[in-house]
């Protein structure tokens, strides 16, 4: 069974910088696509930054202006959104996610979900 854990989401100020981390346990390596959203209260889950586990190529979100990194440790287990020069409109509930078989174009084409990890950003 595919499990995604999330953690080191927490609250910062504005410039500041987090690395969220999403452990995965049971057999992703296949999988054609891990991502992570985001979703904020009353809004659908929006696509910040992927990654297809086969080539290891990234995409980011254009509006997140380079601060977003998507990677993956060493043992392929672990996925990580290193955030940077946080901003109060960043905050949200973070979800990794990952998707079985292409295109994976929407949320719903996800198979397994993290149970998320919330981030706000104040002074």
């Known amino acids: 069974e595919v499990q995604l854990v999330e953690s080191g989401g927490g609250s910062v100020r504005p410039g500041g910088s987090l690395r969220l981390s999403c452990e995965t346990s049971?057999?992703?390596?296949?999988?054609?696509?891990m991502s992570w959203f985001r979703q904020t209260p009353g809004n659908e889950r929006e696509q910040v930054a992927r990654?297809?586990?086969?080539?290891?190529?990234?995409d980011h979100r254009d509006s997140i202006e380079g601060r977003f990194t998507i990677s993956q440790g060493d043992t392929r287990k672990t996925l990580f959104l290193q955030i940077d020069s946080l901003k109060p409109e960043d905050t949200a509930i973070y979800y990794c996610?990952?998707?079985?078989?292409?295109?994976?174009?929407?949320?719903?084409?996800?198979?397994?979900w993290g149970q998320g990890t919330q981030v706000t950003v104040s002074s």
């Open positions: 990654m297809f586990t086969g080539s290891l190529n990234t």
């Open positions: 049971g057999y992703t390596y296949n999988y054609y696509l």
């Open positions: 996610a990952a998707c079985s078989k292409g295109p994976c174009f929407t949320a719903t084409s996800y198979d397994h």
